[in-house]
């Protein structure tokens, strides 16, 4: 069975920094790829970033790129995305997601079809 679990959201003033951690069991690194959504209120869910684990290639959304950074510890099975330069639209829900193939619908994009999302750690940026 698979589980993804968030943790390291908070509160923080713009500028600062966070650091997301997603733990997964019953899924292995090794698969085909790996992703952080996030969703404000009143918002629809959007990507934010994604890795494919076996090459360690990424790519980010417009909103997030050079500022974010995901990445991966395939040996502790724990996804990462690292969060500088926070801003106020940065505030949200976010969510770990990974492709299980359980026949779940899917959303495609970057390249990965996720099918499966954690329950989401909060992020608040103040001005």
């Known amino acids: 069975q698979v589980q993804l679990v968030e943790s390291g959201g908070g509160s923080v003033q713009a500028g600062g920094s966070l650091r997301l951690s997603c733990a997964a069991s019953g899924y292995s690194f090794s698969r085909t790829c790996m992703g952080w959504f996030r969703q404000a209120p009143g918002k629809e869910r959007e990507a934010v970033a994604r890795?494919?684990?076996?090459?360690?290639?990424?790519y980010y959304a417009p909103s997030v790129k050079g500022r974010f950074t995901i990445s991966q510890d395939k040996a502790e099975n724990t996804l990462y995305l690292q969060m500088n330069r926070l801003k106020p639209e940065d505030t949200a829900m976010y969510y770990c997601?990974?492709?299980?193939?359980?026949?779940?619908?899917?959303?495609?994009?970057?390249?990965?079809?996720?099918?499966?999302w954690g329950k989401g750690t909060q992020v608040t940026v103040s001005s």
């Open positions: 890795i494919f684990p076996g090459s360690g290639t990424t």
């Open positions: 997601a990974a492709p299980t193939g359980s026949g779940a619908p899917r959303t495609v994009v970057f390249g990965c079809a996720f099918d499966y």
